[in-house]
T-cell receptor
Framework: DTEVTQTPKHLVMGMTNKKSLKCEQH?????MYWYKQKAKKPPELMFV???????INESVPSRFSPECPNSSLLNLHLHALQPEDSALYLC?????????????FGPGTRLLVL | QKEVEQDPGPLSVPEGAIVSLNCTYS??????FMWYRQYSRKGPELLMY????GNKEDGRFTAQVDKSSKYISLFIRDSQPSDSATYLC?????????????FGEGTQLTVNP
């Protein structure tokens, strides 16, 4: 099973709202990722958790706050977002193998900020 | 100059055609190469991966890597309308804490019945 699940599928929020995106995998992978994807562009890496520790933070604004409660779950907490943050947010997971690894993506959460 | 260059297309071919998708890269540290397929409004789906120069075949798909030329290709034989999607090449270098994928811009492919 190579499935990564994400909830919700769609989210509309105002600029003053607080919401969370959730991601789950049951492949035993120990690295999990958040990406942001704008239309007709490739995914852009936001955060990487490796063995439940934040290992990469790509200078993402603090209005995005990641959390990794355990090895299967990854959350992205959203607060005071801007309309330009509207995008497809993708979660991925992999088993760390010093770069020789494959990332499996979830279906994404389509976020609209009004 | 971008680390990974990929012709964005769009590319339109008739059903049954052989499709060639290509990426070039400049970073010699890249050693692991992947192709993802992404349907509209969906997440990327891993198609193929390899870390050695040469060819790797899986059904109608063949991935080719030439590290000396820093060039990778994906060939699709007997293309089908269901192959219509955006194809992303991705590559990574050796790291110890999860991998950082560098993507090409993606090539939008349409296979016409």
């Amino acid at each position: 099973d190579t499935e990564v699940t994400q909830t919700p599928k769609h989210l509309v929020m105002g600029m003053t709202n607080k919401k969370s995106l959730k991601c789950e995998q049951h492949m035993g992978h120990r690295a999990m990722y958040w990406y942001k994807q704008k239309a007709k562009k490739p995914p852009e890496l936001m955060f990487v958790y490796s063995y439940e520790k934040l290992s990469i933070n790509e200078s993402v604004p603090s209005r995005f706050s990641p959390e990794c409660p355990n090895s299967s779950l990854l959350n992205l907490h959203l607060h005071a977002l801007q309309p330009e943050d509207s995008a497809l947010y993708l979660c991925a997971s992999s088993q760390p193998r010093e770069g020789r690894e494959t990332q499996y993506f979830g279906p994404g959460t389509r976020l609209l900020v009004l | 100059q971008k680390e990974v260059e990929q012709d964005p297309g769009p590319l339109s071919v008739p059903e049954g055609a052989i499709v060639s998708l290509n990426c070039t890269y400049s970073n010699s540290a890249f050693q692991y190469f992947m192709w993802y397929r992404q349907y509209s409004r969906k997440g990327p789906e891993l198609l193929m991966y390899t870390y050695s120069s040469g060819n790797k075949e899986d059904g109608r798909f063949t991935a080719q890597v030439d590290k000396s030329s820093k060039y990778i290709s994906l060939f699709i034989r007997d293309s089908q309308p269901s192959d219509s999607a955006t194809y992303l090449c991705a590559m990574s270098a050796k790291e110890t804490s999860g991998s950082r994928l560098t993507f090409g811009e993606g090539t939008q492919l349409t296979v016409n019945p």
